[in-house]
């Protein structure tokens, strides 16, 4: 996956709370997935569903944000 939320996750994932607190592997990507999944519930403001297809439909919905914020026009003006 493409985007912001994947990058997030990953620097997310190496912050030392997850070196110094976690008591998993990391190299299974458990730091990532604990990652993503607290992005999720700070994102939907509140706890939510975290499976694996909740967590990729989150990747998708924020890359085609970024994608539309992209293809937005920069001096567009609001009519009143």
């Known amino acids: ?3 912001d939320v ?3 996750i ?3 994932a190496e912050h030392k709370f997850f070196k ?3 008591s998993f592997a990391s ?3 458990q730091h990532q997935t604990v990652a993503a999944k607290i992005l999720l519930v700070e994102f939907r403001g ?3 569903d975290t499976r ?3 967590l990729d439909r989150f990747a998708m919905e924020a890359e085609e ?4 914020d992209l293809r937005a026009p920069r001096n567009a003006q609001v009519k009143s």
């Open 65 to 68: 944000i970024q994608n539309q």
């Open 10 to 12: 990953r620097q997310l």
């Open 20 to 22: 110094q607190n976690a």
């Open 52 to 54: 694996k297809t909740s």
């Open 27 to 29: 190299s299974r990507g």
């Open 46 to 48: 509140g706890f939510v």
């Open 1 to 3: 996956m493409s985007g």
């Open 6 to 8: 994947p990058d997030a």
